[in-house]
Every structure is written in C-alpha cells, then in structure tokens.
C-alpha cells in the first residue's frame, strides 16, 4: 500500500484530498496543526481509516517529527502534498510586515521544511512524488493581492528548481494552481472595504472576482483529482492549472504585456476598468 502525506487537512483542499486519496486504497497521513479542533478531518479519520498526524508547517522540530513518525508507520513516503497555506493579500503600503512574513512562512517556508525534509527519504528509496499546491496567484497578479502572490510566486520558482534537481533520482515534483476554490477561507475576513482607503478600488474588484467565480466555483475534489493525476500521470507536467476561471485569466494575462495589464488595472473608473479586463480575458470574470 501506498503511503501519501498531506498538509493542511483540517478543511478544504487538504480534507478534500485526505478523502480522495483513502478512497483510492492509499495509506493516509493527514496532517493538521491543531487536530483536536479539526472535526471534520477526525469524522473522515473514523470512516475512512486515516492516519491524523499533528504538523505545524512553520515550525522545524514539528515538520521533523510529523515526517518521522510517518516513516516509522509506514515504513516509507511515496507522495506528499504541501497543501497548508494561508491567504494575505491587501494593498502592499497598507499590509503590515508581519503579515507578510507569516504568510511567507506557511505558503513558501512551510512547503520547503516539508520537502527538506522528505527529499532524503526519496531519494534513497529512489523513488517519489511532490505535489505543491500554489494558486491562480501563482501566475497572475491582481492588485490587492500582494504578499498572498508574491508567496505563491516564490514558491512556484522554488518548485521548479526543485523539480529540476530531484529529477535523476526518480522523483517526480508538480505544482497545482486552482483558481477560485469554495473552501472556509471566504468565510473568514470581516474586513470591511473602507479599511483599505485609499486602496478601495483593488479591493472591491477583487472581492467583485471572488464574487463572481463563485458562483461556479472550483470544488476541493476537483483539486483532489488533480493532485492524483499529477502523481499518477505517465505524462508528468511541472504545472497543472485548475478551473475555467484560472486558465482564462492565465491565458489572457499571457496574452497582453506587462504594460497593457498595468494598465487595465490603473483606471480609476470600475466600468472601465471591467470593460478593459473583459477586452483581455475575452470572458467576463468579474462580472
């Protein structure tokens, strides 16, 4: 039996995919920081045999644990899933510092500690698979969304070069870039819009975009199928992007310059500023 570790179950993509691999006939190890409140992972523990192991991404002495107690369970780590992240967006003036190093811990430190310390198991067994899970972010930057896609950039980088470095000893590495997923991360601002003065404009657009997506929103088990596809594929790809609304947007960012996309995003007027994106993605993705 195949073993898979996964961060960030308590909910969401993480859980989505905990169930996903289980249902598969794979060993489970399903990582959360505080799995005594993730009660939703504990209901699929108990009806799907999964294995819930406590994991704090940014912390070593508890990425270092998390990962041995797997190994001697198991006995071996054929795939892990870096999952665990947190958003941090708002307009860069106004975002604090510290909110920008805690979302670089989780979103690209963590996955690094996770990989570090994973790769020399792999690399002895001579086999495995990691799959990080970026964003739409990764790849195309709005305005307001700061520290949030820096952090997804950045780890896009660092999993490229990882890619290309662990490729000889038979490790296979993806990235994964959802775009607008319905998970418990859109319940969890109350920030209202006039916090962000003078920056209301980006905010209000990209809420309009999250508005909007959601009313088709990308599910957590269409995440889950990725992951799997990533790590069963006979044709292996770096770069995997899920839902309609990510590969419009990144087929019309890759479309336009870096000027022109600058450029829709600096008018002052909403309408305008919607009727230029709309001209760039051919859809309408904010409204």
Known sequence: MRTVLITGCSSGIGLATARHFAARGWRVFAGARSPETATDLSTAAAELGLHIVRVDVTDDASVAACVAEVIAAAGSIDALVNNAGIGGGGPVELASL???HTTFETNYFGPVRMMKAVL????AQGSGAIVNISSLAGRVCLAGHGHYAASKWALEAITECVASEVASFGIRVALIEPGVVLTPIFAKSSTPL?????????????????????EKPTQPADVAQAIEHAIETNEPRLRYLVGADARTLTAGRGSVSDEQWVEAQAHRDDDRFYEAMERLMGAGVFR
């Open 98 to 100: 510290d909110r920008g």
């Open 120 to 123: 020399p198991h792999m690399r």
């Open 194 to 214: 006039t916090a962000y003065a003078p920056y209301e404009a980006a905010i209000r657009r990209l809420w309009k975009l999250f508005g909007k997506q959601l």
